[in-house]
T-cell receptor, first 113, second 112 residues
Framework: GAGVSQSPSNKVTEKGKDVELRCDPISGHTALYWYRQSLGQGLEFLIYFQGNSAPDKSGLPSDRFSAERTGGSVSTLTIQRTQQEDSAVYLC???????????FGPGTRLTVL | GESVGLHLPTLSVQEGDNSIINCAYSNSASDYFIWYKQESGKGPQFIIDIRSNMDKRQGQRVTVLLNKTVKHLSLQIAATQPGDSAVYFCAENISNTGKLIFGQGTTLQVKP
């Protein structure tokens, strides 16, 4: 597709369950980024990938959060044992290089009951 | 977490007037700055960017000004239109990393 896509668009889960969020970057973009946005707030940086490598994981809120990227394309963000405070919109972006424009997807709205 | 600060949470302007949204950033090592527009229920949309070796950059109806001395960034929108109503975020890229740090956002309201 022409832009960044994310799935699912909405996810409702119960506290304690694991969830996987998917991001398909723009074709050819080597860099991929995950952000979290709570209601009415700014974007909180989580992690970025250059190719399949994540040089800096310090933005992940806890060890319940992990992310991987395979084949230099699709990325998944996994949240284990979800908590209510994990409820937010998770946004993915990609760029052709680390110093380039980031283009964002529409986000996945996660609600933890 | 890390963040870039914005001076005003809400800006209300009359249609046709010019808008100026300000932003203070904190990291002297930042080398690249972006302004994004976010409408309700959507992801941020790229507006304009500027690198640290520039002071000013113009786009269509938008201008970004960078003052590295005081670590200040501004977005000027000319002839503001109702479709410009949204939340605007500035973001700074930490040099040699992929970390693009966002501010809290300014809501722009355009009155017809």
């Amino acid at each position: 597709g022409a832009g960044v896509s994310q799935s699912p668009s909405n996810k409702v889960t119960e506290k304690g369950k694991d969830v996987e969020l998917r991001c398909d970057p723009i074709s050819g973009h080597t860099a991929l980024y995950w952000y979290r946005q709570s209601l009415g707030q700014g974007l909180e940086f989580l992690i970025y990938f250059q190719g399949n490598s994540a040089p800096d994981k310090s933005g992940l809120p806890s060890d319940r959060f992990s992310a991987e990227r395979t084949g230099g394309s699709v990325s998944t963000l996994t949240i284990q044992r979800t908590q209510q405070e994990d409820s937010a919109v998770y946004l993915c972006a990609s760029s052709s290089g680390l110093a380039g424009k980031r283009f964002f997807g529409p986000g996945t709205r996660l609600t933890v009951l | 977490g890390e963040s870039v600060g914005l001076h005003l949470p809400t800006l209300s302007v009359q249609e046709g007037d010019n808008s100026i949204i300000n932003c203070a950033y904190s990291n002297s090592a930042s080398d690249y700055f972006i302004w994004y527009k976010q409408e309700s229920g959507k992801g941020p949309q790229f507006i304009i960017d500027i690198r640290s070796n520039m002071d000013k950059r113009q786009g269509q109806r938008v201008t970004v000004l960078l003052n590295k001395t005081v670590k200040h960034l501004s977005l000027q929108i000319a002839a503001t239109q109702p479709g410009d109503s949204a939340v605007y975020f500035c973001a700074e890229n930490i040099s040699n990393t992929g970390k693009l740090i966002f501010g809290q956002g300014t809501t722009l309201q355009v009155k017809p």
